[in-house]
T-cell receptor, first 110, second 115 residues
Framework: DGGITQSPKYLFRKEGQNVTLSCEQN?????MYWYRQDPGQGLRLIYYSQIVNDFQKGDIAEGYSVSREKKESFPLTVTSAQKNPTAFYLC?????????FGSGTRLTVV | DQQVKQNSPSLSVQEGRISILNCDYTNSMFDYFLWYKKYPAEGPTFLISISSIKDKNEDGRFTVFLNKSAKHLSLHIVPSQPGDSAVYFC??????????????FGTGTRLTIIP
């Protein structure tokens, strides 16, 4: 079955540490996206990539970094510069305006 | 600057009755609208969409209405079922001068169906 896999589902990290969230898709989609969900704020776009080796900042990119070395993979690194990293992170891929979402990673910084 | 707004953070509806979820947008360049349903700790799943050239789209129990002049859309669920209890996100496509089609999400409405 084609889909998007995000791992891990839950992640705990100490304050000041960088952490990388995995997102893998086997849908052969060119475009991939990272969103962050906070209570009362909906889903906000962090970074997106329209094609391999290219990515663009979204609305709240500060404190995050991404790479897109392979079509299937779009990992997100939450750096120590991100002031409020505790959130639910969603990865998505898209083809012809049809979005497929992963099941998310809940990151808690303690 | 919230371009897509869902002003009701929560809604409770009796089972079997109609659920109406509302969404307002500010960017007149949005040309496609979608509704997603989301359970806790899961990704959103697509429900129904509507193009800006239409004013209504129906799929089973779900109907989406679009009022372009008011920049308002709504999702109707009839009849409401307990399994409909979830958070519903309105989302919009377009709205960019650069051709980058990114979804802009609303803040979500938590729907609770009361048995």
């Amino acid at each position: 079955d084609g889909g998007i896999t995000q791992s891990p589902k839950y992640l705990f990290r100490k304050e000041g540490q960088n952490v990388t969230l995995s997102c893998e898709q086997n849908l052969n989609h060119d475009a991939m996206y990272w969103y962050r969900q906070d209570p009362g704020q909906g889903l906000r776009l962090i970074y997106y990539s329209q094609i391999v080796n290219d990515f663009q900042k979204g609305d709240i990119a500060e404190g995050y970094s991404v790479s897109r070395e392979k079509k299937e993979s779009f990992p997100l690194t939450v750096t120590s510069a991100q002031k409020n990293p505790t959130a639910f992170y969603l990865c998505a891929s898209e083809e012809n305006y049809g979005y497929t979402f992963g099941s998310g990673t809940r990151l808690t910084v303690v | 600057d919230q371009q897509v707004k869902q002003n009701s953070p929560s809604l409770s509806v009796q089972e079997g009755r109609i659920s109406i979820l509302n969404c307002d947008y500010t960017n007149s360049m949005f040309d496609y609208f979608l509704w997603y349903k989301k359970y806790p700790a899961e990704g959103p799943t697509f429900l129904i969409s509507i193009s800006s050239i239409k004013d209504k789209n129906e799929d089973g129990r779900f109907t989406v209405f679009l009022n372009k002049s008011a920049k308002h859309l709504s999702l109707h669920i009839v009849p409401s079922q307990p399994g409909d209890s979830a958070v519903y996100f309105c989302a919009a496509l377009g709205g960019s001068n650069f051709g980058n089609e990114k979804l802009t999400f609303g803040t979500g409405t938590r729907l609770t169906i009361i048995p």
